[in-house]
C-alpha cells in the first residue's frame, strides 16, 4: 500500500514497515493503550456506582420536589421542565439505538457480502459509534475501510465497502433520524459540533456519546429563565428552544 501511493507521486522510496514501526515506537503506544485501557475500567466502575446511588435515591425526589416548590404552580412548572427533558433525552436515545441497530444490520450484509473478515465486529463498531454525533458515522465508515485495504489485495473492495457503508451511514443518518427525532432534539449543526468537543473535554468519551441529549437538558432549563433564554435560543436549531417538547412552560420561571 505505501509503494503503491508513493507511486502515484512519482515517489519510489517508500518506507518500510520496519522503518514505520521504529518511528511510531510501539512500546510507548502499547503502554499508553494499557493506561487507557485501565482509566476505562476504572471510570465504568465509579459509574455503576454512581448509578446505583442515583436508583437510590430516586424513590425520594417527588418528597424533595414538593419541599423545594412549596407553590403548586412552581411545582408544577418544575415538573414540566423534568418532563420535557426526559421526553428529550428518551427520545434521542431511543431512535439513536434504532437507526444505528438498522444502519448496523445493512452495513454488515454490505461486508459480509463483499468477504470482509470480521464483518459482525465491525458492524458492532458502526452501532456504538452512532451515539456519537456528526463524527460518529464518518469514524464508524472509515474504520472498515481501512482494514479492508490491509486485507483485500485490490482495492476495488475496499471501495465498494466505502459505499456501501456510506450509503446506509447517509441515507438513514439524513431522512431516518430526522424524522423520527422530530423537534425532539432541535439543535444547531454548529452548536452540536462544537458541545461534542466541549463535553468530551470535560467527560473524554463518555462525554461525546452523551453530548446531544445532555446540550438539549441545558438548553430547556436555560430556555425558562428571562436572563438565559437569549442563551437557549442561540442553541436551538430554528429559535424557538421549546419547540416540539412536551408540557414545556413559558419562561420567566
Not at 36 to 43: Q, V
Not at 114 to 139: K, N, S
Amino acid at each position: 500500500m505505501l509503494h503503491d501511493a508513493y507511486g502515484l507521486v512519482g515517489n519510489k522510496n517508500a518506507p518500510t514497515v520496519g522503518q514505520l514501526l521504529e518511528r511510531i515506537n510501539p512500546g510507548a503506544f502499547l503502554a499508553d493503550l494499557a493506561q487507557s485501557l485501565r482509566g476505562l475500567a476504572s471510570n465504568a466502575l465509579f459509574v455503576a456506582i454512581y448509578v446505583a446511588f442515583l436508583f437510590s435515591a430516586q424513590s425520594n425526589f417527588p418528597k424533595k420536589l414538593d419541599a423545594l416548590f412549596p407553590d403548586p404552580d412552581a411545582r408544577a412548572r418544575a415538573a414540566a421542565i423534568s418532563a420535557s427533558m426526559r421526553h428529550a433525552m428518551g427520545t434521542y436515545l431511543w431512535v439513536q439505538t434504532f437507526t444505528g441497530a438498522i444502519t448496523a444490520v445493512g452495513c454488515y450484509i454490505t461486508m459480509k457480502l463483499v468477504g470482509l473478515d470480521q464483518a459482525l465486529f465491525w458492524a458492532f463498531v458502526i452501532f456504538l459509534l452512532g451515539y456519537v454525533p456528526t463524527i460518529g458515522p464518518l469514524i464508524g465508515t472509515l474504520f472498515p475501510v481501512l482494514f479492508a485495504l490491509v486485507q483485500f489485495p485490490n482495492y476495488w473492495q475496499p471501495a465498494i465497502i466505502f459505499a456501501g457503508v456510506g450509503f446506509w451511514q447517509f441515507s438513514i443518518g439524513n431522512f431516518m433520524v430526522p424524522r423520527m427525532q422530530g423537534d425532539s432534539m432541535n439543535l444547531s449543526t454548529l452548536v452540536v459540533i462544537l458541545t461534542l468537543s466541549l463535553w468530551g473535554a470535560i467527560w473524554g468519551l463518555p462525554g461525546m456519546f452523551l453530548s446531544a441529549p445532555l446540550t438539549v437538558m441545558l438548553m430547556i432549563i436555560l430556555a425558562q429563565f428571562k436572563s438565559t433564554r437569549p442563551v437557549a435560543v442561540l442553541l436551538s436549531q430554528d429559535g424557538h428552544p421549546e419547540k416540539g417538547l412536551k408540557r414545556t412552560p413559558q419562561p420567566g420561571l
